[in-house]
């Protein structure tokens, strides 16, 4: 479909980000929101801090949380994460459908927690406190695994709209 056949939104899916757009949003934000399935079927979610590295979400999570014993049953899960809060100037968001691996090796641990702390809102007065504060035994990494992705651009929208208008009114007679 051609920018000038854009009558109304109720197909958005050729609003997507570009590749350089999603990097770029998943590197400027650090909050998403989880979403997993408890075990009466009802999906449930919480904000959290997060990292994006090596093309996985990175999150972390104590085991006694609900969204924890709810993994280890059945790891689908899902994440949001939007451009509110950061300087990007048009509404952006990415969903990703996928699963999570739990990690409580001491190497996962070894890189993610400085790495987290260092790219975080994090509430210590600096990163490496914020790692103590992290580093205990019952916490567990969750790094979530892409599978499907749907992402939305404003800016995209924007100017496609604004596309359609002007070849819309290039195309009307003159009065």
């Not at 899960?77 to 952006?92: K, L």
């Not at 987290?116 to 994090?122: D, I, L, P, S």
């Not at 992705?149 to 359609?164: E, L, N």
Request: aromatic letters at 8%.
């Amino acid at each position: 479909m051609s920018d000038s056949h854009v009558k109304n939104y109720d197909d958005v899916t050729m609003y997507g980000l570009t590749n350089d757009r999603e990097e770029a949003l998943l590197r400027k934000q650090n909050e998403l929101t989880f979403i997993w399935t408890n075990k009466a079927g009802h999906g449930m979610g919480v904000t959290m801090s997060y990292i994006w590295r090596n093309g996985r979400i990175w999150c972390t999570a104590t085991a006694q949380r609900a969204r924890m014993k709810a993994l280890a049953r059945d790891n689908r899960c899902s994440v949001v994460i939007s451009s509110a809060g950061t300087d990007i100037d048009v509404s952006q968001s990415i969903t990703f459908k996928g699963h999570a691996v739990l990690h409580t090796d001491q190497e996962t641990k070894d890189w993610f927690y400085p790495d987290f702390a260092r790219h975080t809102n994090n509430p210590a007065p600096t990163p490496d406190l914020f790692v103590q504060f992290l580093d205990t035994p019952e916490r567990i990494v969750i790094e979530v695994v892409p599978e499907k992705t749907i992402s939305f651009d404003g800016g995209s929208m924007r100017d496609k709209t604004s596309d359609a208008i002007n070849s819309q009114a290039t195309l009307q007679p003159e009065q």
